[in-house]
């Protein structure tokens, strides 16, 4: 009997999207799926104590041997995925889901000669268009009555119709204009099939020109105090949202895809495929490859093809990819043969979807590639083991004598030569320490490596020098699960004597220029005992001062994979900075505009996203935000000019 333990997934690891997961034996027997608006919060409730789960539920959890999860963009999704998988793999701890027949479509039954649009659960009509499955029958109803007002087609049942023709007067839906009436003539039947064809196309063609008109109205009635008119057209729109949510899951019934998605980055590259078949998802493989220099999404995009289908797995019609290679006619002929040996008919078009379902679906592929490798990232990082590694390669490759278990990285960033900033970030153990980050104003320097060298005489004067001279002695050897900080996370003040650790190695971004400076402010400071080394982001070297050659890291050390995750978060940590400082200066700078509060001052940055677009922005953009009139306006784009000494 399974423990669980050893299978199972971190909390950190699940994510907090939609989402559809399944439970699986040893032997990859699929025992349960089920579906989720947050992962991470209804996975965790399998792992509560035995004792407090129903006995169902203890039978499947302790019969599991691992869950997996696909993140889908909405709980649509999650629901269509969850109806798929579970008909595919039969899973036995399931209630199993209804036939198909229980789900409403919307049909135009283009075979006639008066086509009609209807909601049924009947498939196979002659010549008749679908659109669905959906779950919210009400909601197809409440859609279909407001489409007829922009696409007057008829709805009414043949009877009705015949009855119409025979009286020679329209039923009620005519009079009411959501029919064109053809049943008395008012459109000819060509006219009549062409507004059809107008509604499938809407229906089928993601286009969302409808639902804007009707958010403007909406906007127009709330701003003329006619909040009856405004919240029946807000129903509308949520009734035609709810409906017209495209459908990734579940496709046409003739498409037979492969689809792609990709994530990349220096060192790894996650790649995630969706195997759909008669329009349903019919597998998912996902696996993590290393990169080359400097690949690009296109060269990655003609490796993963290459390798794809080498376990026999045939080739779809179409593979959809994020970017197109190219020798894409090469590997077209490639895989149109690997299909004709297994005896299936037709070649293989590799293209990037554009939009409709198909596009959706590919950005869902997408979402679950780049989780993917945010969770090997974290599992690499967090294994103690290979953080052990990391430390000790970084040693033999630096030459130094003993592992260092504090690193320090420092990076600078500014705006056009101004506005300079600098970040510290620390690592202990391979893993980041949060609340030591530290930031830096820097008001005059010359250039990147003057503002390096000032960073780093400031840094080295808070040494203790009479303690801690044992370069472990603040790094204490614990295999936690810190996390680096996020764009939205405070970070905590840390006591100050731990600004007086000696690291074990000071990392700088950049080449060789950045670390003779670094080596110039330790020698300044009379320190012989720190090493000091740079990684330069083009080729991912480590320069060592004094050394005109650079040391060449494999691309799978975790070692280079540790110096990568040290630099990448020194220089989100800068930017982050610098986006701050740069926003309280134009804040500073705004007060002084006569009638301009803090109110406003807000406004005008939400409005424009960034400070950089507002001072571009004239003073006809800067009068179209709320409260901001012509004068005022003025006078901020008149401050905004001078301040920047245009």
């Not at 599992?379 to 260092?404: C, I, K, N, V």
């Not at 056009?416 to 690592?427: C, E, L, R, Y």
């Not at 996203?609 to 709320?626: F, N, P, Q, Y």
């Amino acid at each position: 009997m399974s423990t669980r333990e050893h299978w199972r997934p971190a909390r950190g690891e699940i994510p907090v999207e939609p989402g559809v997961y399944r439970f699986h034996d040893e032997s990859g027997r699929v025992l349960y799926v089920g579906k989720a608006k947050n992962l991470r919060s209804r996975l965790s409730n399998y792992f509560q104590p035995l004792t407090s789960l129903h006995e169902r539920t203890r039978r499947m959890v302790t019969s599991a041997r691992g869950v997996e999860w696909t993140v889908v963009g909405s709980e649509l999704e999650a629901l269509q995925l969850e109806y798929t998988w579970i008909k595919e793999f039969d899973p036995p701890f399931n209630v199993q889901f209804r036939d198909d027949k229980t789900y409403p479509y919307v049909a135009i039954t283009l075979g006639e000669r008066v086509p009609r649009v209807m909601v049924t659960r009947t498939r196979g009509i002659d010549g008749a268009r679908y659109f669905g499955p959906y779950t919210k029958v009400w909601a197809v109803r409440e859609t279909i009555d407001i489409l007829l007002k922009a696409f007057p087609m008829r709805s009414c049942s043949n009877a009705i119709y015949q009855r119409a023709q025979r009286a020679g007067r329209p039923c009620l839906l005519g009079d009411i204009g959501k029919c064109a009436a053809p049943c008395v003539g008012r459109v000819t039947p060509e006219q009549h099939r062409g507004i059809a064809l107008d509604l499938a196309s809407f229906m089928a063609g993601n286009d969302e020109r409808f639902v804007r008109d009707l958010k403007q109205r909406m906007a127009a009635a709330a701003a003329e105090l006619d909040y009856e008119s405004a919240a029946r057209l807000r129903d509308q729109v949520g009734a035609l949202e709810t409906a017209l949510a495209k459908n990734a899951i579940v496709l046409a019934e003739d498409v037979d895809a492969d689809i792609f998605g990709v994530a990349y980055d220096e060192l790894a590259a996650a790649v995630q495929l969706f195997i759909v078949r008669g329009g349903r998802i019919r597998g998912v493989r996902g696996w993590v490859v290393d990169t080359e220099l400097d690949v690009t999404l296109a060269e990655l995009v003609d490796t993963v093809l290459q390798k794809a289908y080498d376990d026999g797995t045939v080739p779809a019609r179409e593979v959809i990819v994020p970017a197109v290679p190219d020798d894409a006619a090469a590997l077209q002929t490639l895989l149109g043969e690997r299909r004709r040996a297994a005896h299936e008919r037709g070649g293989v078009t590799v293209r990037v979807a554009q939009r409709g379902e198909k596009a959706a679906l590919a950005q869902t592929v997408a979402t679950n590639a780049q989780g993917a490798l945010s969770l090997y990232k974290t599992r690499r990082s967090g294994d103690f083991t290979a953080r052990s590694q990391a430390l000790a390669d970084l040693q033999e490759a630096l030459g130094l004598a003993s592992a260092p278990l504090r690193l320090e990285c420092f990076d600078v960033s500014h705006l056009g030569g101004t506005n300079q900033v600098a970040s510290m970030v620390v690592f202990e153990d391979g893993l980041p320490r949060k609340n030591q980050y530290r930031t830096f104003a820097i008001p005059q320097a010359r250039d990147d490596t003057d503002a390096l060298y000032q960073v780093l005489r400031r840094r080295l004067a808070h040494l203790d020098r009479a303690a801690n001279q044992d370069t472990g002695a603040a790094a204490v050897l614990a295999d936690t699960g810190d996390a680096a900080v996020g764009e939205g996370e405070v970070v905590q003040e840390a006591p100050r004597h731990s600004f007086h650790y000696r690291p074990g190695l000071l990392v700088v971004d950049g080449g060789q220029p950045q670390v003779e400076a670094a080596a110039r402010a330790l020698r300044d400071e009379g320190i012989d005992d720190i090493a000091v080394c740079g990684i330069a982001k083009r080729l991912e070297e480590i320069w060592l001062p004094g050394n005109p050659y650079p040391v060449i890291l494999p691309r799978t050390s975790d070692a280079l994979f540790l110096l990568q995750r040290l630099r990448d978060e020194a220089h989100r940590f800068a930017l982050r900075y610098q986006r701050t400082t740069r926003s309280r200066d134009i804040r500073s700078q705004l007060s002084t505009v006569p009638g301009l509060g803090p109110t406003r001052i807000k406004r005008l940055l939400q409005h424009f996203g960034s400070v950089s677009r507002l001072r571009a922005a004239s003073t006809e953009e800067i009068e179209k935000v709320d409260g901001i009139g012509a004068v005022v306006a003025a006078a901020i784009h008149r401050e905004l000019r001078d301040g920047a000494g245009v």
